[in-house]
């Protein structure tokens, strides 16, 4: 399996529903990442997961809940989101870090495309 | 000033041309360099990662890394409509942090 997937490919919620974006990847990698991609605009990096913890907060709001049950699946909790919010959702994971400068390439998902009416 | 410039396009070309895509850096403290290549509405998708000047080749891709100048390019040879799409360079400083700084991405058009 050399792939990340993400589920669901797309989400329409409420700004007072709650749901869950999940993110597996069965490649061994020991980081995992969120990020938030708005239209013609490069990802913008939300966490960072290394080896299960949290290492990395982009100064996300608290309606963005990250977890990590283990080391292949990452799941963002999603509440009370706003219409802002609205975006593409992309999970990435890399390799752990290596010989000769390997482990700092990431993997993208397809991301889930959240639309908050 | 960015930390990494990229020439946001939008570029056309016909098939078959050579396509050469730029990015600027500012920050010496990049040493990891990656490719991505991105279609309408879904996820990057890493085509080069380099970490040492000079040129990597991969089918019809080259990455070229010049630490001295700041400077990186991918060329594209006998670009296909396929090809169509924004590319992202993605810079990552060494040390753990694991943080990747895009550029703005380049949207490309082949013409067939």
């Known amino acids: 399996d050399t792939e990340v997937t993400q589920t669901p490919k797309h989400l329409v919620m409420g700004m007072t529903n709650k749901k869950s974006l999940k993110c597996e990847q069965h490649?061994?990698?020991?980081?995992m990442y969120w990020y938030k991609q708005k239209a013609k605009k490069p990802p913008e990096l939300m966490f960072v997961y290394s080896y299960e913890k949290l290492s990395i907060n982009e100064s996300v709001p608290s309606r963005f809940s990250p977890e990590c049950p283990n080391s292949s699946l990452l799941n963002l909790h999603l509440h009370a989101l706003q219409p802002e919010d609205s975006a593409l959702y992309l999970c990435?994971?890399?390799?752990?870090?290596?010989?000769?400068?390997?482990?700092?390439?990431?993997?993208f998902g397809p991301g889930t495309r959240l639309t908050v009416l | 000033q960015k930390e990494v410039e990229q020439d946001p396009g939008p570029l056309s070309v016909p098939e078959g041309a050579i396509v050469s895509l730029n990015c600027t850096y500012s920050n010496s403290a990049f040493q990891y360099f990656m490719w991505y290549r991105q279609y309408s509405r879904k996820g990057p998708e890493l085509l080069m990662y380099t970490y040492s000047s000079g040129n990597k080749e991969d089918g019809r891709f080259t990455a070229q890394v010049d630490k001295s100048s700041k400077y990186i390019s991918l060329f594209i040879r006998d670009s296909q409509p396929s090809d169509s799409a924004t590319y992202l360079c993605?810079?990552?400083?060494?040390?753990?942090?694991?943080?990747?700084?895009f550029g703005s991405g380049t949207q490309l058009t082949v013409l067939p």
């Open positions: 490649m061994g990698h020991r980081a």
């Open positions: 990435a994971s890399s390799p752990p870090v290596g010989t000769s400068g390997r482990g700092n390439e990431q993997f």
């Open positions: 993605g810079l990552c400083t060494s040390g753990s942090a694991r943080q990747l700084t």
